[in-house]
C-alpha cells in the first residue's frame, strides 16, 4: 500500500474546517485530520458534539478525529470521559446522513488509564482483523514534544500489544538525523502499520522519506501557518518538492549537508533535475549540528555521515556539503581514505560526496569540491582568460580559498584581502604551497582599487537575513578607480542583486552574480551523481523566481 498524505486542520468553526478540507482534497491529499480538541471542551456539549459528527460526515475526503491532551502537545485539557463518549458517538454514527471517521486517534496513555476507557474506545471502533470500509479504526498514539523519550521501545512494544489498535503512531522531537533514521527504521520492523514521524529540523527525513520505509501516512499542513507539529512541511512542499508520490523503496536518497539548511536552494534544484531528466532520486536537508568547538562538531558530521553511508535500506548516493563542514568532510576523507579530486586537495575543503554500491549495498565514497570550478565557470563568459590579469579576493575563509585557487590556477596574480591581515597571509600562504603560484596578502582597508582586473567578493557582507553588514565590502571611491572593463564578482546569491553589485553596475563595471556559480557548482554535483548534463537553465530559473518571489512577496 502507498504512503498516505494526510492533512491536519485544527479545527475553530465548521464552515472553514469544511473549506479547508476540500482546499486539501484539491492540493491532493489522501486524508485529512480534523484536530478538534480546541473547538471541543466537553462539558457535556451536545450541540458541538453534534457539530463534531456533521464535520466527519460532511467531509470530502476520508478523516481521522483526533482531540488531542494538553499532555501530549494537544490542546483539551477537559474530563476524558467526555472526550472518549465523544469518540463512542463518532465511531457508533449511523443517523440519517451519518457516517463514523475513518480513523479515531487516541493517546496510549489515556487508552490505558482505565478499563472503563479502553471499554468505550473499543466499542467505538473495529477490530484490526474485522476492518469495513464503513466503520472506524484506532489510531494509537503517542507524541513527545521534547526529545526521544528514554523508554521509547518499551512504550513502543506495549502500543503493540493493544489488540484493538490498527495503526501504531510514534511522534517525537527528533535530536538528530539518526532519530529520524530510527524512526524510519520503526515502519519496517512493526508487526502494525505505523506512522513513525520526526519533529523538528532534524525529522523531516521521516516525513519525506516515508515511502522508502513502508510507513502508513505523513502529515502535511495545508500553509505553513496551520501545522500541527514543528517541522511539518506544506504538501505543496512535500508533493511538487520533494515528488513525494514517485519515491519508491528504490529511489537513491540525496542531500544537502550543513547547519542550518533550512534555506538552501539546493533541494529545489536538484529534485527538479532528478524530475527533467528521469533520474530515480530524492533530495532533502540532511541537517548536522556544529557548536563552536570545532572538535565537537567534527566527531557530530563524523558519526552522522558514517551511519548514513552505512544504511543500506537509505540508498544515500550523494551530499551537497555546505558550511560549516566543508573542511570536516576534506578531514573524514583523509581518515577514511576516500579518493579526494585536484581541487579538494588544493583548498582543504570538500563540498560533493559520491557513493556508488555494490550489489550488496556497500558504499564506495569519493570526495570532491565543485566550488572551484564553479566560480571559475562563472567569471569565463565575462571576462574569458585571467591569465596575467591582477585579482582581488575579498575573505579568508573556504569560499575565498576556492576562489584563489581558481584563479591562481588559471594564472591570475591574486592578493587576498581580509580585516584581519593574519588571516589574509595564512590563506595566501596555504593556496601558494597548493598551487605553486605566488600569492599576495593585505588589509581590507587598505583596497583602493588601483590595478584590479577581477574583484571577488567572498565575505557573507550583503547577504540577507545574515549576520554580517547589508552594504558592500569595499567603499564606492575604489569601484570607481578600477577600469570600464574590470569584473566585479560576489558569491553571495540572496539578494541575487548585492549592494556591491548595485554599485558596480552603476560604476560602469561588468557584474557576475552569485546565483551563477551555484548553479554551475550544482551542475557539477547533478552530473557527477546522475551521469547526465544538469538542466542548468531550468536550475536557474527557478532560482531565480524563488529568489525574487521573496523579494517580491507572494
Known amino acids: ?199 523538528g529540523e532534524f525529522g523531516l527525513i521521516s516525513r519525506v522519506l516515508a515511502p522508502k520505509f513502508g510507513g502508513f501516512l505523513t502529515f502535511a499542513s495545508l500553509r505553513p501557518a496551520s501545522a500541527t507539529a514543528p517541522g511539518q512541511p506544506t504538501i505543496r512542499e512535500l508533493l511538487d518538492l520533494y515528488r513525494f508520490r514517485d519515491i519508491s523503496p528504490a529511489t537513491a536518497v540525496y542531500g544537502v549537508i550543513g547547519w542550518p539548511t533550512s534555506h538552501s536552494l539546493s533541494p529545489l534544484v536538484h529534485n527538479a533535475g532528478f524530475e527533467a531528466v528521469g533520474h530515480d532520486g530524492v533530495y532533502v536537508p540532511l541537517p548536522i549540528a556544529a557548536g563552536e568547538e570545532p572538535e565537537g562538531s567534527y566527531l557530530s558530521f563524523k558519526a552522522t555521515l558514517l551511519e548514513l553511508l552505512d544504511h543500506s535500506r537509505l540508498n544515500l548516493r550523494g551530499c551537497s556539503v555546505t558550511l560549516p563542514h566543508k573542511e570536516n568532510l576534506f578531514r573524514l576523507a583523509g581518515e577514511r581514505g576516500w579518493p579526494l579530486d585536484e581541487a579538494t586537495r588544493a583548498t582543504g575543503a570538500a563540498n560533493t560526496l559520491t557513493v556508488t554500491r555494490d550489489g550488496a549495498g556497500a558504499a564506495k565514497v569519493a570526495v570532491s569540491n565543485t566550488d572551484v570550478s564553479g566560480l571559475m565557470e562563472s567569471l569565463t563568459p565575462v571576462i574569458a582568460d585571467v591569465r596575467g590579469k591582477r585579482a582581488a579576493v575579498i575573505g579568508a575563509g573556504g569560499v575565498a580559498r576556492a576562489a584563489a585557487v581558481g584563479l591562481a590556477q588559471a594564472g591570475a596574480q591574486v592578493i587576498v584581502y581580509n580585516r584581519t591581515p593574519e588571516h589574509a597571509e595564512a590563506l595566501a600562504g596555504f593556496v601558494a604551497a597548493a598551487t605553486g603560484s605566488r600569492l599576495e596578502s593585505a588589509l581590507l582597508q587598505s583596497f583602493s582599487g588601483s590595478g584590479v582586473d577581477v574583484l571577488v567578493n567572498c565575505t557573507p557582507v550583503g547577504m540577507k537575513g545574515g549576520l554580517a553588514p547589508i552594504g558592500s565590502p569595499v567603499p564606492l571611491e575604489a569601484l570607481q578607480t578600477m577600469g570600464p572593463g574590470c569584473v566585479v564578482m560576489d558569491t553571495v546569491y540572496n539578494p541575487i542583486q548585492t549592494p556591491l553589485l548595485k554599485a558596480a553596475t552603476e560604476t560602469g563595471l561588468r557584474v557576475v552574480d552569485g546565483l551563477s556559480m551555484f548553479v554551475n557548482q550544482a551542475a557539477r554535483q547533478f552530473e557527477g551523481w546522475t551521469g547526465k548534463a544538469a538542466p542548468k537553465m531550468l536550475f536557474d530559473r527557478l532560482a531565480r523566481e524563488h529568489l525574487g518571489r521573496e523579494v517580491g512577496g507572494p
Open 1 to 199: 500500500m502507498s504512503t498516505l498524505v494526510c492533512v491536519p486542520i485544527l479545527v475553530q468553526d465548521l464552515h472553514s474546517a469544511l473549506g479547508d478540507a476540500q482546499s486539501a482534497r484539491g492540493a491532493g491529499a489522501d486524508l485529512v485530520e480534523f484536530r478538534v480538541d480546541e473547538w471541543f471542551s466537553g462539558d457535556g456539549d451536545e450541540v458541538r458534539t453534534k457539530e463534531v459528527v456533521r464535520l466527519v460526515s460532511d467531509s470530502p475526503l476520508p478523516c481521522i478525529v483526533t482531540c488531542r491532551a494538553a499532555a501530549e502537545g494537544g490542546h483539551y485539557d477537559g474530563d476524558d470521559e467526555e472526550r472518549v463518549s465523544l469518540y463512542e458517538r463518532l465511531g457508533t454514527a449511523s443517523g440519517k446522513g451519518e457516517h463514523p471517521p475513518r480513523y479515531l486517534d487516541i493517546e496510549m496513555s489515556t487508552y490505558v488509564r482505565s478499563a472503563n476507557i479502553r471499554q468505550k474506545v473499543n466499542l467505538a471502533v473495529q477490530h484490526p482483523e474485522k476492518r469495513r470500509e464503513d466503520g472506524s479504526s484506532l489510531i494509537l498514539s503517542m507524541h513527545d514534544f521534547a526529545t526521544r523519550p528514554p523508554d521509547l521501545l518499551r512504550r513502543v512494544a506495549a502500543m503493540q500489544e493493544q489488540g484493538g489498535a490498527a495503526v501504531i503512531k510514534v511522534a517525537y522531537r527528533a535530536r538528530s538525523l539518526r532519530d529520524s533514521l530510527e524512526l524510519l527504521d520503526m515502519a519496517l520492523t512493526l508487526a502494525r502499520p505505523c506512522i513513525a514521524l520526526g519533529m
